[in-house]
C-alpha cells in the first residue's frame, strides 16, 4: 500500500502537470498522510535541511564555470584545438564534436551548457560539410551527455550528498567510464559515415596545431587542475568547483579578453536561476526521502527484488533496465532524487559497492537527457541547431545504442570502473 501512496501522489502530481519540486513535496506528505503522522513543522525542516549541505555549494559555482566558459572564449578554443588535431580524417567533424565534448565535460560537468555550446559552434559547419543534419544533431546531443559523467559532474554531487557516498571517489571514478563512452562515440559515428562521400577539410599543419595549442593552451589547463588536486587532495570537490569559476573568469576577461564587465551580471543571473532550479529540487526531495525512510519503503522495494538479490550483477542490470525506463519520462536531477533513497539501501544489502553503482547510475541517468519523448538534452539541440525534434530524435539512436552497449558493458565488468577508479584514488 505504501508503494501505491509513494507513486500514485508522484505520478498523479506529474500527470496534471505540477512541477516536479511541488510533486516531490506532495509525495511526502502523501505519506505522512497516509502513516498519520503529517507534521507541517517536520516538512518545513526537511526542506531546509536539504539545501543546508556544503557539498552542494559546489553546484552554483560548477554553474557558472559552464556559463563564463561559453561566452568567455574557452569553449570555441577547444573546438578549435580539436578541430587541429582530427578534423582531417573522414568525418573529421564529427570526431571534433566528440573530443571537445569529452574536454568540455571536465570544465562544466553540465550536459545542457556543452550540447548547447557545441551545438551552436559545429553544427553550421556539419551541415555545410555535407553531413546528415539529423544524424549530426543526434551525434552531438550524445557526445553532450559525457559531461554529467567526466568530472567535474554535478550529477555525482547531487548523487553523493543523497547517498551519503564520497563525491571525490565518484568524481575519479567517472573519468575511465566517460572515455569509454567517448569511444563508443567514435565507433558508431565511423560505422555512421564511412559510406559518405564528403572531402574531409585539409590536415592542418604543424604549425597551425600548435598555434591552436597555444591559443587553447589556458582552457585546456583546467581539466588537468581540478584532476590533479582531486587526486591529490589539494582540494574538495566544492573547493574545486570555485577554483574551476575562478579560474574560467580570470581566462575569459583577463587572458582571452572576451568576457566584459558588463556581461557578468547575466552569467551570474543565468547560473543563480539554474541553481535555485537544482536547490530546490533537492530541497523537496528530502522531504519525500525523509518519509521512504520512515515508511521503510527500501525494505518492500528489497523484497521485490530479493530473487535477484543472491546476484549483484542480475540485480544491477534489472535496477538497470528500471532507470532506462524512468529516463525516458523523467529528468536526471529528479529521477537521482527520486531513486537513490530508494535503492541505495537494496545496493548495501546486495553488498554491491556504492562508488561503482553510482557512477552506473548517472551514466543510465545521462543517457536518459538523450531518450525521448522527453530527452532534455535533444531538446537544446533542436532549438540551438533549428532543428525538428523528429529529427535529432531519428539522429540519436545509433549513438545512443553505443552507449547502453558501453552501460551493459559495465554492468557486466565491473572492474572495468573499479580498477581504473583505484588506481586514480591512488
Not at 568525418?91 to 569529452?102: K, N, P, S, T, W
Not at 559552434?121 to 543526434?138: E, I, K, V, Y
Not at 574545486?240 to 558588463?262: D, G, I, T, W
Not at 532550479?277 to 527484488?305: D, E, H, R, Y
Request: charged share 10%.
Amino acid at each position: 500500500m505504501i508503494v501505491t501512496v509513494f507513486l500514485g501522489s508522484l505520478l498523479g502530481a506529474m500527470a496534471i502537470g505540477m512541477p516536479i519540486a511541488f510533486a516531490l513535496l506532495l509525495c511526502g506528505v502523501a505519506l505522512m498522510a497516509h502513516l498519520d503522522a503529517f507534521d507541517a513543522q517536520i516538512v518545513a525542516q526537511n526542506v531546509i535541511n536539504g539545501a543546508d549541505s556544503f557539498p552542494l555549494v559546489a553546484v552554483p559555482f560548477f554553474m557558472l564555470a559552464g556559463e563564463v566558459m561559453n561566452a568567455g572564449g574557452l569553449s570555441k578554443r577547444i573546438v578549435a584545438v580539436a578541430m587541429a588535431m582530427v578534423g582531417h580524417i573522414r568525418g573529421g567533424l564529427g570526431y571534433v564534436a566528440i573530443l571537445a565534448a569529452c574536454i568540455m565535460a571536465s570544465l562544466s560537468g553540465s550536459a545542457v551548457a556543452d550540447a548547447a555550446a557545441l551545438t551552436a559552434l559545429l553544427m553550421p559547419m556539419m551541415t555545410a560539410a555535407g553531413h546528415d543534419p539529423a544524424r549530426s544533431g543526434g551525434l552531438i546531443a550524445a557526445a553532450g551527455i559525457i559531461a554529467p559523467i567526466i568530472p567535474p559532474s554535478i550529477g555525482f554531487i547531487i548523487f553523493g550528498v543523497i547517498a551519503n557516498v564520497s563525491i571525490t571517489k565518484l568524481f575519479l571514478a567517472g573519468i575511465m567510464p566517460g572515455l569509454m563512452l567517448g569511444l563508443a562515440l567514435v565507433a558508431a559515428w565511423w560505422l555512421s559515415v564511412r559510406k559518405e562521400d564528403l572531402t574531409p577539410p585539409p590536415r592542418a599543419t604543424a604549425a597551425e596545431l600548435l598555434a591552436a595549442l597555444r591559443d587553447g593552451f589556458w582552457a585546456l589547463m583546467l581539466p588537468g587542475i581540478i584532476i590533479f588536486g582531486l587526486k591529490f587532495g589539494v582540494f574538495t570537490p566544492t573547493e574545486a568547483a570555485v577554483v574551476a569559476a575562478v579560474y574560467s573568469l580570470f581566462v575569459a576577461m583577463v587572458v582571452y579578453r572576451e568576457l566584459k564587465p558588463a556581461q557578468l551580471y547575466d552569467l551570474f543571473a543565468s547560473a543563480a536561476t539554474t541553481t535555485a532550479v537544482v536547490m530546490f529540487l533537492v530541497a523537496a526531495a528530502m522531504v519525500s526521502a525523509w518519509m521512504i525512510t520512515i515508511a521503510n519503503l527500501p525494505a518492500q522495494v528489497g523484497a521485490l527484488l530479493s530473487p535477484f538479490m543472491d546476484n549483484p550483477t542480475l540485480l544491477m542490470a534489472v535496477i538497470m533496465l528500471l532507470v532506462v525506463v524512468v529516463g525516458t519520462a523523467m529528468d536526471m536531477a529528479p529521477t537521482i532524487l527520486i531513486l537513490t533513497p530508494v535503492l541505495m539501501p537494496v545496493i548495501k544489502q546486495a553488498g554491491i559497492d556504492p562508488v561503482y553503482f553510482g557512477v552506473l547510475f548517472i551514466i543510465n541517468n545521462a543517457i536518459g537527457l538523450i531518450t525521448p519523448p522527453v530527452g532534455t538534452v535533444l531538446n537544446v539541440v533542436a532549438g540551438v541547431g533549428k532543428l525538428s525534434m523528429g529529427s535529432v530524435i531519428r539522429g540519436v539512436w545509433p549513438f545512443m545504442v553505443a552507449q547502453l552497449i558501453v552501460l551493459a558493458l559495465l554492468v557486466l565488468f565491473p572492474s572495468l570502473v573499479t580498477v581504473p577508479a583505484r588506481w586514480f584514488a591512488g
